[in-house]
């Protein structure tokens, strides 16, 4: 196996028992034991601890476009179309946490132990999401687009959505029996509970006049008598 590969295949192992296991609870002989090489493959590759977890963010980077959300968002937000802004923002979380729902238990096994992985997240990633969508924000209220409300406190709101979503599904209730609804209409809702409490006109209704469609309530079944 070349080393690209071996360095990849090393990375993914580290992954899954961080996962599973924590950071406390792996060690680097177990990461090189499933991984099928010797301790000293797993440090040639990564020297130090703090390298392999600062390729874990790098490698998930670079499948998610450089962990940016509002990149996929770019040209909503230039229209300012706010609406596409935050459904687009909540639809590729959502699709992202079901896809890699490993990388979810990493990042909360990483927090609940104050790992060092969770401090570079927060630096990486979550700084740069409040800072972006705020900015995005302070915008809008400027134009007059939604109510002057703490910036950050939408963000909050609108990212706790998102979040206890996906914890719901990928940790508590994995056969969706509470709440079973696909990704595009959760990040539909999501954007519509948000709108509707932040924007100075009502988001229910198109430029045209007409009602948007909104999210169907899902029919309770009678039972029985």
Sequence with gaps: MAGGERRLQILRVAMRLFSQRGFRGTTTKEIALAAGVSEAMVFRHFATKEELYSAI?????????????????????????????????????????????????????????????????????????????????????????????EPLVIVRAFIGMIIHHSLNNNLWDRKRQLLKISNQAAARAFTEILLNGVTTTPPSRSSNGRSRSRVAMPKRKRSKK
Aim: with cysteine.
């Design 57 to 149: 963010l790098d490698h998930k980077a670079c499948l998610q476009d450089d962990l940016d959300p509002l990149q996929k968002v770019a040209d909503a937000i230039q229209r300012k179309d706010d609406r596409a802004v935050f459904e687009g923002i909540a639809l590729d979380a959502l699709n992202q946490h079901d896809c890699d729902p490993e990388f979810q238990r990493l990042l909360l096994h990483s927090a609940l132990e104050g790992h060092e992985l969770a401090h570079m997240f927060w630096e990486k990633f979550v700084r740069r999401v409040y800072r972006s969508l705020g900015s995005y924000i302070r915008q809008r209220q400027r134009d007059g687009a939604m109510r002057r409300v």
